[in-house]
């Protein structure tokens, strides 16, 4: 049983660059989560999807950021247009259903210079 | 707004001492409460979990306790060990209205067992 994956594991950008990160659920998760943490801070909720299906975002998420879960298997997050702000840990978690557990990947560490 | 707080930044105990973590919440529709341990550079992992029709779950060294009524909720490890050393998250969810079942995360609480 393999646990939730992501890559990569680290991003150095400069400000203004694109970057895009990849999460791979537990196999037969359908539900997908994005989180984001920062320094001395605990994980906030970014956005979630049921399926295929995005059904929450999180004002944190401005317009900058897209998530896309194609097929309901592997999602992607993209950060257009990175702002030093961005740097952070993003964290993707997957369970099966409501009142599971959330099981968390290793997170992609991005540093925006 | 915090709805979930961890105040104790950091915690030390002694080897083989109890360690007690606590967390408060200010929501009343969060019926679900986990708590995590990360250490640094990794994603959480997943500790041990307590759905409010309860108020005690244990596992191995690991309890968790609920008073609902004061909207608090504590993690105890006993016997500490210096493996337990990380940083622990207590988190809730608002399973039963909620279709997303989003966690709400504590700012964490660093936990430091000494030898």
């Known amino acids: 049983d393999t646990g939730v994956s992501q890559n990569p594991r680290h991003k150095i950008t400069k400000r203004g660059q694109n970057v895009t990160f990849r999460c791979d659920p537990i196999?037969?998760?359908?539900?997908l989560y994005w989180y984001r943490q920062t320094l001395g801070q605990g994980p906030e909720f970014l956005t979630y999807f049921q399926n295929e299906a995005q059904l929450e975002k999180s004002r944190l998420l401005s317009d900058r950021f897209s998530a896309e879960r194609p097929k309901g298997s592997f999602s992607t997050l993209e950060i257009q247009r990175t702002e030093q702000g961005d740097s952070a840990m993003y964290l993707c978690?997957?369970?099966?259903?409501?009142?599971?557990?959330?099981?968390f990947g290793p997170g992609t560490r991005l540093t925006v210079l | 707004d915090q709805q979930v707080k961890q105040n104790s930044p950091s915690l030390s105990v002694q080897e083989g001492r109890i360690s007690i973590l606590n967390c408060d919440y200010t929501n009343s529709m969060f019926d679900y409460f986990l708590w995590y341990k990360k250490y640094p550079a990794e994603g959480p992992t997943f500790l041990i979990s307590?759905?409010?029709?309860?108020d005690k779950n244990e596992d191995g060294r690991f309890t968790v306790f609920l008073n609902k009524s004061a909207k608090h909720l504590s993690l105890h490890i006993v016997p500490s060990q210096p493996g337990d050393s990380a940083v622990y998250f207590c988190?809730?969810?608002?399973?039963?209205?909620?279709?997303?079942?989003?966690?709400?995360f504590g700012q964490g609480t660093t936990l430091q067992v000494k030898p």
């Open positions: 196999s037969e998760h359908n539900r």
């Open positions: 307590i759905s409010s029709i309860k």
């Open positions: 978690a997957s369970r099966r259903g409501l009142g599971d557990t959330q099981y």
């Open positions: 988190a809730a969810s608002d399973e039963g209205s909620s279709n997303t079942g989003k966690l709400i």
